[in-house]
Structures are given as structure tokens and as C-alpha cells.
């Protein structure tokens, strides 16, 4: 129900966007976040925005570097990532949460998209 877009191969210091949104317009969510997994790694959160008044959580390695944000009107969050660094190298997962309460862990959330690739060289 969630469809990520905007992966891409990049190299280090270069910004990249991603989006998410729910593929049909009645889905409605409380809040929503980014997660990623790297190869070989667990799953882990990234940021974490509610939809109604755009608190934003974010993860420390990504703080200052990446901006999570929404547009309620075609329910689409984006994640913006600016100065990328190897390490970001994961496959980026958008997760939506009908509760109001709760953020960070993945049981917060009750939907998950497919994912996309997003890969960083030095």
C-alpha cells in the first residue's frame, strides 16, 4: 500500500530525495517514517514525521544531513538527503502508522512499502 520512489546510485556528497506515498488516495495513516537496512544489518529508523503537525524524529547519524517532510494533500512524504556518505548505503523503507502514539521501533508501525535502493560510493 506504500510505494517509495527516487533510489539511485550516487557518490559521496551528492543529495538525493525520496518519496512515499500510498497507492490509493482513501488510505489514511497518523504518521509516518523512513527506515533502511543495510546489507548484513538489522533494519533501523531513520526518521519519523505525524501527519498532522509535521513533528519530525530523526535517527543521530542522520541528523542535519537528512530532512523528512510532508504534503498532506496528495499524502506524500518525502525524505530529503543532502552530503551522503557511504555509509547511508541501504535499502530505504517508507512505514506508516495509524496510532497515534509510539515512533522508532518497527512495531510502531502497521504498513511498509517494498523499498529502494539507495547506494553511496566514496
Known amino acids: 500500500q506504500l510505494i517509495e520512489s527516487g533510489g539511485g546510485f550516487l557518490q559521496a556528497g551528492a543529495s538525493l530525495r525520496l518519496s512515499c506515498a500510498p497507492s490509493?488516495?482513501?488510505?489514511?495513516?497518523?504518521?509516518m517514517a523512513w527506515f533502511r537496512q543495510a546489507p548484513g544489518k538489522e533494519r533501523e529508523f531513520v526518521a519519523h514525521?505525524?501527519?498532522?503537525?509535521?513533528?519530525?524524529y530523526y535517527t543521530e547519524s542522520v541528523r542535519g544531513r537528512f530532512t523528512i517532510s510532508r504534503v498532506n494533500a496528495n499524502k506524500t512524504v518525502y525524505l530529503q538527503m543532502n552530503n551522503l556518505k557511504p555509509e547511508d548505503t541501504a535499502k530505504y523503507y517508507c512505514?506508516?502508522?495509524?496510532?497515534?502514539w509510539g515512533w522508532g521501533a518497527q512495531g510502531d508501525y502497521d504498513y511498509w512499502g517494498q523499498g529502494t535502493q539507495v547506494t553511496v560510493s566514496s
Open positions: 512505514a506508516a502508522s495509524r496510532r497515534n
Open positions: 514525521i505525524t501527519q498532522t503537525d509535521g513533528n519530525t
Open positions: 490509493e488516495r482513501t488510505f489514511s495513516y497518523y504518521s
